[in-house]
C-alpha cells in the first residue's frame, strides 16, 4: 500500500514563500499516479489545490494560480513552491495520490492514499 510523507511546513509572513516536499513509498513501478495537494482549515472542507498527472499535467486552484507551483522530480517526489504567501492560505497541507491519469481539480474522496499533514502559517 502506498504511504506518502510531507514536509515543509512552517510559518511565514505574507509575501514570504515556502516550499512543501512529499514522499511517496511503496508505489507500483507500472501503475500512473495521480498526485495532489489539498489544504484544510478546521471544521472545513479539505480543498484541492494543485494536481499533477503522470504527464506532468497541471491544474490549479484558481487562488493560488500564479503563486504556487507543483512538480515531481521523479514518480515518488512531489513538491509544492509556494510564493507570495497571503494569510488566507493558512492550512493544514496534505499530500494526496491515486492510481491513473487525472484531468480537473477532484475532491478528496477520488485519492486513496493521503499524508498526515504539514502545517502552514501566513501572518500579515
Known amino acids: 500500500q502506498v504511504q506518502v510523507v510531507e514536509s515543509g511546513g512552517g510559518s511565514v509572513q505574507a509575501g514570504g514563500s515556502l516550499r512543501l516536499s512529499c514522499t511517496a513509498s511503496?508505489?507500483?513501478?507500472?501503475?500512473?499516479?495521480?498526485m495532489a495537494w489539498f489544504r484544510q482549515v478546521s471544521e472545513k472542507e479539505r480543498e484541492a489545490v494543485a494536481v499533477?498527472?503522470?504527464?506532468?499535467?497541471t491544474i490549479y486552484r484558481d487562488s493560488v494560480k500564479g503563486r504556487f507551483t507543483v512538480s515531481n522530480s521523479d514518480k515518488n517526489t512531489l513538491y509544492l513552491q509556494m510564493n507570495n504567501l497571503k494569510p488566507e492560505d493558512t492550512a493544514q497541507y496534505y499530500c494526496?495520490?491515486?492510481?491513473?491519469?487525472?484531468?480537473?481539480?477532484?475532491?478528496?474522496?477520488?485519492?486513496?492514499?493521503w499524508g498526515q499533514g504539514t502545517q502552514v502559517t501566513v501572518s500579515s
Open positions: 494526496a495520490a491515486r492510481e491513473g491519469v487525472c484531468y480537473d481539480l477532484y475532491g478528496r474522496t477520488f485519492f486513496d492514499y
Open positions: 511503496r508505489m507500483a513501478a507500472s501503475t500512473a499516479y495521480c
Open positions: 499533477i498527472g503522470p504527464n506532468s499535467r
